[in-house]
T-cell receptor, first 110, second 116 residues
Framework: GAVVSQHPSWVICKSGTSVKIECRSL??????MFWYRQFPKQSLMLMAT?????????EQGVEKDKFLINHASLTLSTLTVTSAHPEDSSFYIC??????FGPGTRLTVL | SQKIEQNSEALNIQEGKTATLTCNYT??????LQWYRQDPGRGPVFLLL?????KEKRKERLKVTFDTTLKQSLFHITASQPADSATYLC???????????????FGQGTILTVHP
């Protein structure tokens, strides 16, 4: 089946820094990627829909200036958490427009 | 408002028994319903999809039912094994959601533990 990878698998950063998470589709072209966030013992919450070559669509309550999404090619979407704070610590997961999720990225902001 | 509820936060069963997980929804008209498995620290893995006009779907030891009148889906694992222990998530794709595998809305998950 289709494979979606994420990098890094985990990251620890200081408060105020920016962190970039990459999501790649390895054996297919993904015109659409979805970014989710999952807090401990909670379900996945959709943050934004990333479309190749156009602006991302953000869900209500998600700050687009804080969570920058770039989908410059059919195999790569990136999520940048800008000026990260401890409350941004979470598990970030991408999904292709099918039913294939990436393995997730654990972000811890100190 | 739209709501998806998985009734049990946790379910413990004995190996060999059938595990039954429930997903209920309100104020929603799903085109599809999907079930995923999620292991700790990992992304969800797709298991089964059932469409609104389908009553039942099977795949090996897994069975999903979909009752749009009751607004409920049941997910069964027969002959359960300790390796089936994981969190199971149901997810809905609404009719107004765009593409077939478009916006998924997830339930909060049920943690299944199968004891040897």
């Amino acid at each position: 089946g289709a494979v979606v990878s994420q990098h890094p698998s985990w990251v620890i950063c200081k408060s105020g820094t920016s962190v970039k998470i990459e999501c790649r589709s390895l054996d297919f072209q993904a015109t659409t990627m979805f970014w989710y966030r999952q807090f401990p013992k909670q379900s996945l919450m959709l943050m934004a829909t990333s479309n190749e070559g156009s602006k991302a669509t953000y869900e209500q309550g998600v700050e687009k200036d804080k969570f920058l999404i770039n989908h410059a090619s059919l195999t790569l979407s990136t999520l940048t958490v800008t000026s990260a704070h401890p409350e941004d610590s979470s598990f970030y997961i991408c999904r292709s427009s099918g039913q294939f999720f990436g393995p997730g990225t654990r972000l811890t902001v100190l | 408002s739209q709501k998806i509820e998985q009734n049990s936060e946790a379910l413990n069963i004995q190996e060999g028994k059938t595990a039954t997980l429930t997903c209920n929804y309100t104020n929603y008209s799903p085109a599809y319903l999907q079930w995923y498995r999620q292991d700790p620290g990992r992304g969800p893995v797709f298991l089964l999809l059932i469409r609104e006009n389908e009553k039942e779907k099977r795949k090996e030891r897994l069975k999903v039912t979909f009752d749009t009148t009751l607004k409920q889906s049941l997910f069964h694992i027969t002959a359960s094994q300790p390796a089936d222990s994981a969190t199971y998530l149901c997810a809905l794709v609404g009719n107004a959601g765009g593409t077939s595998y478009g916006k998924l809305t997830f339930g909060q998950g049920t943690i299944l533990t199968v004891h040897p």
